[in-house]
């Protein structure tokens, strides 16, 4: 194998180790679509994963030569940024989005609650089969946006329905 098919296999690994950093770190943290942990957890966790799949890929190429390491880097970087980037421009314009409520029954009164009564949860038929199923319930981008600005206008999403709380929370991917 001659030099630049050498250098050429160099650079197409280092981009592979950026593509497949991608998907693992994404597996790491939870999915893009999932804030499990707080952001700076989350960018330490990126680098630490980042940087060891990188550190592996030098110590297999055995070349720690300043300009190798910075432009495979840059590569390797490259390339996550670009497909994170896409991903996300992606999923913002699919129209294939799912928007849920979900209804949690609370064993005490919360702090801050609005009160529901049977009426008003009738013109809501998304959050009334949340709470009747006490469980996740996908509904249309309107019926989405029309519960969310019915409770949202308080800000507080703990409800009470008769004797029983309910903490309600919403998610769209």
């Known amino acids: ?90 999923d913002a314009y699919s129209p294939s989005n799912v928007r849920s409520i979900y209804a949690y029954e609370l064993e005490s009164a919360p702090d801050e609650f609005v009160v529901v009564t049977q009426e008003e949860l009738n013109e809501y038929p998304g959050l009334k089969r949340a709470i009747e199923t006490k469980n996740h319930v996908e509904v249309s981008a309107k019926e989405f946006r029309r519960t969310l600005g019915f409770l949202g206008q308080n800000g507080i999403y703990n409800i009470k329905i008769g004797d029983e709380y309910y903490q309600i929370v919403f998610s769209s991917t």
């Not at 180790?17 to 999932?34: E, L, N, S, W, Y």
């Open 1 to 90: 194998m001659d030099k630049s098919n050498n250098i050429t296999l160099k650079y197409l690994f280092v981009l592979f180790i950026g593509t497949f950093a991608f998907f693992f770190i994404g597996g790491a943290i939870g999915g893009k679509h999932q804030l499990v942990m707080p952001i700076l957890s989350a960018l330490l966790i990126f680098m630490l994963i980042f940087m060891l799949i990188y550190g592996i890929g030098l110590v297999i190429f055995r070349n720690f030569s300043t300009g190798f390491i910075l432009k495979t880097f840059a590569i390797s970087f490259g390339v996550l940024f670009l497909i994170y980037t896409g991903s996300i421009g992606w």
